[in-house]
């Protein structure tokens, strides 16, 4: 039998810290749902003492989430500790997650405290927590550059306080496979013994082996694995989840471990997730990248279409990869639209379904065949919006080789029509003024990216700008057959949320890690 692993997901903690991946508090539930789906054993699901917005949304997922187990991450200062149990408490299995750094470059310049220091603070905090509830987990921050002597002093000082996980994070993703094995080796001998400890690994992957470091772990008896989906995290990001998971399913016979996960919500998370942050997952990314499973050499593809097992070590459809032989087009009813949706693993409500459906429908007469792609903009464009300030009413452009593109929008805010013009460097430079002007806004534009959702010259175009304004930066999206549409919705999309984020005041990115 193989034995589990737990698989314990940072997307909305270590993930939300990736630069621009911050998300709203809405945002926030969608995905964690959608990791309810997945089945991990256990969400972050913030940072509760990094700021109010942070804490809010911890308490909704602890409140709403089911079947899986919550995390709040706290410092050992007692405070962050009291903080996160406020926020977690009302979880069906609420975890606290305190962790200190244990390198000697951290004790001297960052943390400005000694060994022993140290020590009673981890002490102090474990049994605090402990206090509590008996779901503890701590973190040796920076364990990889830590004395290892040291380091497996401060792991027992945890254990003998309380902790039932101990986790050795690679925070800086300095480690290598063969080293990060050893270290895991000498805190399951010298450390966990016969505790009933779980031993978790939490890797970065700055030299590119946050996965294989990972992958080590796990072979020397660790057995949760802190992770994201896409990978997404500080810097060059955290261990991919759904690269772990089917490394585990794809190569079982090798490493005799499993987990719950579904894998088929594999691609629907990660296409969601990719939604809300407007974080793009590269092209030749493993498992869920959009080339992963495409054959392009002449030998290749008749190699697959002879049997796929010539080229293919995992079927697109394990990963919830949906075939796209089931296409809906302008004679698709109601029923049909709302299945196709269910299985690209989107939960709606009904007022949100219908407005989804109207919207398929106007591609449809527009279009042949809709493609789950084309599916998938309208419904995160529908879904992902922010509570709307201002409205997207009309807009003309009269653009062409010998003139000044000039733009005129109506928008409409707290039932006002706003209306103006403005001329630009091109058709895209001239809505974004208008829009601008009208609405007195003074929005930085960071970022704009537009895709062909399908093939073919009626596909919808989907656009992706990230605005700054102040401290805050906000993600649009939009999508329609005309691009210029699917531009101007994208703006205002952003403004919308910028205007949300404002409004709660919240902090762009946790500080303290
Ligand atoms: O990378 C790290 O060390 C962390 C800890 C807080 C677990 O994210
Ligand atoms: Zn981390």
Redesign the pocket.
């Known amino acids: 039998m193989a034995e589990l692993v737990k698989i314990f997901d940072t997307t909305l903690r270590?993930g939300e810290q990736s630069p621009g991946a911050s998300m709203n508090p809405e945002e926030k539930i969608r995905v964690a749902k959608q990791l309810e789906r997945l089945q991990v054993d256990v969400i972050e699901a913030g940072f509760p003492i990094s700021s109010e917005g942070d804490f809010q949304s911890v308490r909704r997922i602890a409140r709403e989430v089911k079947g899986v187990e919550i995390a709040g991450?706290c410092r050992t200062d007692l405070p962050d500790i009291d903080r996160c149990w406020e926020a977690i408490r009302e979880a069906e299995v609420p975890r606290i997650h305190t962790?200190i750094a244990t390198s000697d470059i951290h004790l001297e310049h960052k943390l400005r405290k000694t060994r022993a220091e140290v020590l009673r603070d981890v002490a102090r905090a474990v049994a605090h927590a402990r206090r509590y509830l008996e779901n503890v987990e701590f973190?040796a921050?920076?364990a990889t550059r830590s004395d290892p002597d040291y380091l497996v002093q401060v792991c027992r000082v945890a254990i003998e306080n309380g902790a039932n996980t101990l986790?050795i994070?690679d925070?800086v993703g300095f480690t290598t496979p063969e080293e990060y094995a050893l270290l895991i080796r000498l805190i399951r001998e010298e450390v966990v013994k016969n505790n009933p400890v779980v031993l978790s690994v939490?890797c970065?992957d700055d030299l590119g082996m946050a996965v294989a470091n990972t992958l080590a772990a796990l072979r020397e008896g660790a057995r949760q694995v802190e992770c994201t989906i896409n990978g997404i995290g500080?810097r060059a990001g955290n261990t991919a989840m759904e690269e772990v998971v089917m490394a585990l399913k794809t190569r079982k016979k090798f490493y005799g471990l499993e987990t719950r996960i579904v894998t088929e919500q594999i691609y629907p998370a990660s296409r969601m997730l990719s939604k809300i942050t407007g974080v793009v997952v590269q092209p030749n990314k493993a498992i869920v990248g959009s080339n992963a499973f495409a054959h392009e050499a002449g030998i290749h593809v008749a190699g697959v279409l002879k049997n796929p097992l010539t080229y293919e070590i995992m079927k697109p459809e394990t990963i919830g990869l949906a075939s796209n032989l089931i296409v809906l087009g302008k004679h698709s009813g109601h029923n049909a639209f709302r299945d196709r949706v269910k299985a690209l693993g989107y939960e709606l409500d009904d007022a949100a379904l219908n407005k989804s459906f109207k919207r398929f429908k106007a591609v449809a007469d527009k279009k042949k065949e809709v493609f789950d792609e084309d599916i998938e903009a309208i419904v995160a464009d529908e879904i992902f919006r922010a509570p709307d300030r201002y409205h997207l009413i009309s807009m003309n452009i009269a653009t062409g080789s010998e003139m000044i593109p000039t733009a005129t929008v109506q928008i409409e805010l707290e039932g006002k029509i706003l209306r103006g013009a403005s001329t630009g460097d091109g058709p895209v430079d001239a809505i974004y003024q208008t829009i601008a002007e009208i609405t007195g806004t003074k929005a930085k534009l960071l970022r704009f990216d537009i895709n062909a959702i399908t093939g073919g010259a009626d596909a919808q175009g989907e656009v992706t700008v990230r605005l700054s304004e102040e401290n805050y930066i906000a993600i649009g999206q939009g999508a329609h057959t005309d691009i210029l549409v699917a531009s101007a919705r994208a703006y205002i999309n952003a403004l919308n949320k910028l205007e949300h984020l404002k409004h709660r005041g919240a902090e762009v990115r946790s500080p303290g890690?």
């Open positions: 270590d991450l962790f973190s921050e920076d986790n994070p925070t939490h970065h500080e890690l």
